[in-house]
């Protein structure tokens, strides 16, 4: 006889072990299937997907590190603090990233145990079935569940022609295992991963240069952050190109070889030590044997839900990078805890409106809600309140002035419509506009909260007294 749980969850990613853990909480008998090792040593099935194991957490160890070694190279000397020239250990930038990855990974089969969540390792597809009785292969098994939970993630997407092998040309994977500072590093999107890693190497002494098809930097990001932004990264040393168009790509012992096409039309060449793909992402659904089913999945590969995550079918979920909405964990994550509670006949929220988008970069970039040219294209009247953190204490005593908070509200209610910062600590202060946002606060909300002092929330405290135009502080 098959195994059976009331609920099973194919994948093992942040949408994925989250809503397993939620469900589990909620009395559930629950089981997570997972078949990718990254790079497991055993080449057993890891938890943690993309995020953990090939994303988010080790890029932000990467990035760390690259800052530490870029403000001794550069930033401790105007603080009056002498080390002499900093030197990269590549290998033990290396290892302490993998060590931080496994303590994570192990952590989720931690709590996997504490939830009494069943963890079967293998590939997950549809056999069969239908309400109440799903039938799922796992590996050699077939398991049965009255509830499934699709979150199989999302990989790289490849350019045509251009053979990705993780050596001389990488994806995400390989751009976080590249095992010495290449002289020349080129990359191939100017997107959140194509400005991360080519930080990352920058800081470490690459000479980066980032080539992006679209014509307009950041052009998801409000039109004020992306300005400040190019101009800060050029500072930077990262030479972006808009508006490129690809050619061939060949690969040597020596390095890599760019054809492309500049704005103007013009044919160029350029070589490279390293080349970084970065041109998104595409969902993880052609291994789900969909049709069997009759699962609705549209020409994008992602599958279609209603607003709380339902498919075409009873009793299936799909959460995270293969439905529609920003390929983000935390966006994963607030999906699939929305889900479990459905399940359970709970009133699950999940409001995409106020997903924050965060850039690691440095400054960081964070944004929540609509942009200013948003506002404008919708033709609705609103006020906007703007402060650099070159007016902050704080910022000021810690060297690190660049930027600014922008806060945009409704002209005739006042309430929050959109935060955008570009500054130190931008992905931490976009957490309190998160807030305000979800509850539907006011900027004169905010404007009367008392922000503790010297600290960089009061930038988003002055933005909002902007708002209103009696900033006291700029």
């Not at 760390?64 to 403000?71: A, D, K, Q, R």
């Not at 061939?248 to 160029?268: C, F, H, L, M, W």
């Amino acid at each position: 006889m098959a195994k059976q749980f009331d609920v099973l969850v194919i994948g093992g990613g942040p949408g994925g072990y989250v809503s397993a853990i939620r469900a589990a909480q909620l009395g559930f008998s629950v089981a997570c299937c997972e078949s990718s090792p990254y790079a497991d040593p055993k080449r057993e099935p890891r938890l943690g997907g993309t995020c953990l194991n090939v994303g988010c957490i080790p890029s932000k160890a990467l990035l760390h590190t690259s800052h530490l070694f870029s403000e001794a190279a550069h930033g401790f000397a105007a603080q009056g603090i002498s080390v002499g020239t900093p030197a990269i250990d590549v290998p033990t930038m290396l290892a302490r990233k993998n060590g931080i990855v496994d303590q994570l990974t192990t952590g989720i089969k931690g709590l996997f145990k504490k939830n009494k969540v069943t963890l079967l390792k293998g590939h997950g597809a549809f056999a069969g079935g239908g309400e109440g009785a799903w039938q799922v292969k796992i590996g050699e098994e077939v398991v049965e569940a009255k509830q499934i939970i699709i979150a199989t993630g999302s990989r790289a997407r490849h350019l045509p022609g251009v053979s990705v092998d993780n050596v001389m040309v990488c994806d995400n994977v390989g751009a976080l295992d590249i095992a010495a500072v290449p002289k020349k590093l080129a990359i191939i999107g100017a997107g959140v991963i194509g400005l991360e890693m080519g930080s990352v190497w920058r800081r470490l002494g690459s000479e980066v240069t980032i080539l992006e098809a679209l014509p307009d930097f950041l052009s998801v990001a409000d039109a004020d952050i992306a300005s400040e932004a190019a101009r800060v990264f050029k500072k930077q040393g990262l030479d972006i190109h808009l508006g490129v168009s690809i050619g061939e790509v060949r690969t040597s012992p020596e390095g890599v070889s760019i054809a492309y096409t500049d704005k103007d039309g013009a044919a160029q060449q350029m070589g490279a030590d390293r080349l970084i793909v970065s041109v998104g992402r595409v969902p993880n659904t052609d291994g789900l044997n969909a049709e069997a089913v009759g699962l609705k999945i549209d020409e994008r590969g992602r599958i279609d839900v209603d607003a709380h995550c339902r498919t075409n079918l009873p009793g299936v979920w799909a959460v995270g990078d293969v439905v529609r909405g920003p390929m983000l964990a935390h966006k994963a994550m607030e999906e699939a805890v929305m889900v479990a509670e459905r399940i359970a006949g709970q009133a699950g929220h999940c409001n995409l409106d106020t997903i924050p988008y965060v850039v690691y970069t440095h400054p960081e970039i964070a944004w929540v809600g609509k942009t200013e040219q948003q506002l404008k294209t919708e033709g609705v009247a609103y006020l906007a309140g703007k402060i650099p953190f070159m007016a902050n204490g704080r910022a000021l005593g810690m060297g690190d002035t660049t930027g600014f908070v922008k806060m945009l509200a409704d002209a005739e209610t006042d309430r929050i419509l959109g935060v955008h910062i570009i500054g130190a600590g931008a992905s931490e202060l976009i957490a309190e506009a998160v807030v305000a946002m979800e509850f539907g606060a006011a900027s004169e909300d905010l404007a009367r909260i008392c922000h503790a002092h010297p600290t960089l929330s009061e930038v988003m405290h002055e933005a909002a007294l902007a708002c209103d135009k009696r900033p006291l502080h700029f």
